[in-house]
C-alpha cells in the first residue's frame, strides 16, 4: 500500500510539472513536434521492453482500437495541449484541462449509460464550468489576441477529445496489458505528429537550441510518460478510484504555481479564486457520479 501511496504522490507532482516542461519546450519547437517525439520515444521504449520480455503483438482489432484511443488521448489532447502552450500560460491552460472529468461525465451520459443527472452533479458542473469562466474574465484583454484564442480553442479540443477517448476505452475494455497498451497508444500517436508536424513545415530544429529544449524533451519522455504513466496505472490498480484521481486536483496547482515561479506568468486574486472554484466544482461532480454509482 506505501508504493501505491508514493506512485499517487508522484502522479500528483510530476504530471503537474509537465505543464512547464512542455511550455519550455516551445520555445524552441513546434508543439505537435515536441509531444510527437516524445510520445514516439517513450512508445518505443515501453513496447520493446513487453516484447523483449516475450509479450506477443496484440490483433488486428485490438491494434486498430490503441491506434484510435491514441489519436484521441494523446494526439488530440496531449498534441493539442502542447501546441496550445505556445500561445497560453502553462497555469492556464492546466486549470481547464482540470475540467475534464466534467466532460467525461457528459459524454459517459450520452455514450455509455443515461445514469441519473442529479442536482448536486448540475451544481457540480455550473459551478465548475463558471471557475473556468472566471478565468476568462481575468484574460479579456488577452482573449483579443487571435494567437491567445486559439491555444484556448486547442485546449478545449483536447479536453473533450481526451473525455471522448476515455470513454471509448471504457466502452471498448481491451483485454491487453494496460502499460503495454499505452506503450502503443504513445508510438501511433507520435508517429502521427511527427509527420502532421512535418507536413505542417514544423521540423525539429537540427542544431542550435541548447540545453533548454534537450531537457524539456527528455523529462517529458522519461517523467512525464514513463514514469508517471507507470504510476498512474500503479495508483488505478491499487488505491480506490475516489482516492487515484486526488492528482486532477494537485496538477493544476503545481502546474500554476511553477507557472508563476519560473516563468513570471500572471496570477493574481481572480485567477486564483476561479482556480479553487473550478476545482471545487470538478470535485462535487466526482462525488455526485461515486453516490449515482452507489445508488445504482
Same mark, same amino acid.
Given at each position: 500500500?506505501?508504493?501505491?501511496?508514493?506512485?499517487?504522490?508522484?502522479?500528483?507532482?510530476?504530471?503537474?510539472?509537465?505543464?512547464?516542461?512542455?511550455?519550455?519546450?516551445?520555445?524552441?519547437?513546434?508543439?505537435?513536434?515536441?509531444?510527437?517525439?516524445?510520445?514516439?520515444?517513450?512508445?518505443?521504449?515501453?513496447?520493446?521492453?513487453?516484447? $523483449?520480455?516475450?509479450?506477443?503483438?496484440?490483433?488486428?482489432?485490438?491494434?486498430?482500437?490503441?491506434? /484510435?484511443?491514441? /489519436? &484521441? &488521448?494523446?494526439? +488530440?489532447?496531449?498534441?493539442?495541449?502542447?501546441?496550445?502552450?505556445?500561445?497560453?500560460?502553462?497555469?492556464?491552460?492546466?486549470?481547464?484541462?482540470?475540467?475534464?472529468?466534467?466532460?467525461?461525465?457528459?459524454?459517459?451520459?450520452?455514450?455509455? #449509460?443515461?445514469?441519473?443527472?442529479?442536482?448536486?452533479?448540475?451544481?457540480?458542473?455550473?459551478?465548475?464550468?463558471?471557475?473556468?469562466?472566471?478565468?476568462?474574465?481575468?484574460?479579456?484583454?488577452?482573449? &483579443?489576441?487571435? #494567437?491567445?484564442?486559439?491555444?484556448?480553442?486547442?485546449?478545449?479540443?483536447?479536453?473533450?477529445?481526451?473525455?471522448?477517448?476515455?470513454? +471509448?476505452?471504457?466502452?471498448?475494455?481491451?483485454?491487453?496489458?494496460? $502499460?503495454?497498451?499505452?506503450?502503443?497508444?504513445?508510438?501511433?500517436?507520435?508517429? /502521427?505528429?511527427?509527420?502532421?508536424?512535418?507536413? &505542417?513545415?514544423?521540423?525539429?530544429?537540427?542544431?542550435? #537550441?541548447?540545453?533548454?529544449?534537450?531537457?524539456?524533451?527528455?523529462?517529458?519522455?522519461?517523467?512525464?510518460?514513463?514514469?508517471?504513466?507507470?504510476?498512474?496505472?500503479?495508483?488505478? *490498480?491499487?488505491?480506490?478510484?475516489?482516492?487515484?484521481?486526488?492528482?486532477?486536483?494537485?496538477?493544476?496547482?503545481?502546474?500554476?504555481?511553477?507557472?508563476?515561479?519560473?516563468?513570471?506568468?500572471?496570477? *493574481?486574486?481572480?485567477?486564483?479564486?476561479?482556480?479553487? /472554484?473550478?476545482?471545487?466544482?470538478?470535485?462535487?461532480?466526482?462525488?455526485?457520479?461515486?453516490? *449515482?454509482?452507489?445508488?445504482?
Amino acid at each position: 500500500m506505501k508504493k501505491a501511496y508514493v506512485a499517487l504522490i508522484i502522479v500528483s507532482f510530476f504530471w503537474g510539472t509537465t505543464y512547464l516542461a512542455s511550455r519550455i519546450g516551445v520555445r524552441h519547437t513546434h508543439g505537435l513536434m515536441l509531444a510527437g517525439i516524445r510520445q514516439t520515444t517513450a512508445g518505443l521504449l515501453l513496447t520493446a521492453f513487453f516484447l $523483449l520480455k516475450g509479450f506477443k503483438l496484440p490483433d488486428k482489432i485490438v491494434l486498430s482500437r490503441l491506434f /484510435v484511443i491514441g /489519436v &484521441m &488521448m494523446l494526439c +488530440l489532447s496531449n498534441g493539442l495541449i502542447t501546441w496550445a502552450m505556445q500561445y497560453i500560460p502553462s497555469g492556464l491552460c492546466a486549470i481547464i484541462v482540470a475540467t475534464v472529468p466534467i466532460w467525461i461525465t457528459i459524454f459517459s451520459y450520452f455514450l455509455v #449509460e443515461r445514469s441519473r443527472l442529479s442536482l448536486l452533479l448540475l451544481v457540480g458542473m455550473l459551478i465548475g464550468f463558471l471557475g473556468v469562466g472566471g478565468i476568462f474574465y481575468d484574460y479579456l484583454a488577452s482573449l &483579443m489576441n487571435p #494567437e491567445f484564442r486559439l491555444g484556448i480553442i486547442l485546449t478545449l479540443i483536447a479536453c473533450v477529445s481526451w473525455a471522448l477517448g476515455s470513454v +471509448l476505452t471504457t466502452r471498448w475494455a481491451l483485454k491487453v496489458n494496460f $502499460l503495454y497498451g499505452a506503450g502503443f497508444q504513445m508510438l501511433f500517436s507520435g508517429i /502521427v505528429m511527427v509527420i502532421t508536424a512535418l507536413l &505542417m513545415g514544423h521540423p525539429f530544429p537540427s542544431s542550435g #537550441e541548447g540545453i533548454e529544449l534537450w531537457g524539456s524533451l527528455l523529462y517529458l519522455i522519461f517523467i512525464g510518460s514513463i514514469l508517471g504513466y507507470s504510476a498512474y496505472v500503479f495508483v488505478l *490498480n491499487n488505491l480506490p478510484p475516489s482516492l487515484a484521481s486526488v492528482y486532477a486536483y494537485i496538477n493544476p496547482i503545481v502546474a500554476v504555481l511553477l507557472g508563476w515561479l519560473i516563468l513570471k506568468e500572471h496570477i *493574481n486574486w481572480i485567477t486564483a479564486v476561479s482556480s479553487l /472554484v473550478t476545482l471545487i466544482g470538478v470535485y462535487i461532480v466526482k462525488l455526485a457520479v461515486s453516490r *449515482n454509482k452507489q445508488v445504482a
